[in-house]
């Protein structure tokens, strides 16, 4: 589980900018949905290493209103910066409703970040 303090002090422990806020709202999402998405009992589906050599995670979690999203983030200098985020469907809502049915026992390099 991903465990990040609320939005809004200076110590949230998320990385934004106006790069990562425009590009999430793309998407539809705003930071007030990605934030609890990653604090909200997530489930990490997925974990890779970008040709720069950035870890990256992908984690399927819910929103205060209960909608899932999916979000990739990285960690930057302590602090999780979401590099994307988007309304999880199809296969991704299967893969976390499976997750959850099997106790998470299928998520994947879960790293835990504590703040």
């Known amino acids: 589980m991903i465990y990040i303090r609320g939005p809004g002090a200076d110590d ?11 590009h999430i709202a793309r998407h ?3 930071p007030a949905d990605a934030e609890p998405a990653l604090s909200n009992d997530p489930v990490t589906l997925q974990y ?22 999916v979000v990739v983030w990285t960690t930057r200098a302590a602090r999780v910066r979401v590099v994307t985020a988007y309304p999880a469907v199809g296969r991704l809502r299967e893969a976390y ?12 390099n879960d790293p835990a970040p504590q703040q």
Do not use: H
């Open 28 to 30: 539809g999402p705003q």
């Open 48 to 69: 890779a290493v970008t040709e720069s050599g950035e870890e990256r995670w992908v984690s399927v979690g819910p929103t205060e209103e209960r909608r899932l999203l």
């Open 97 to 108: 409703a499976k997750a959850k049915q099997l106790g998470e026992a299928g998520a994947k």
């Open 12 to 22: 949230s422990g998320f990385d934004w900018d106006a790069a990562n806020v425009a």
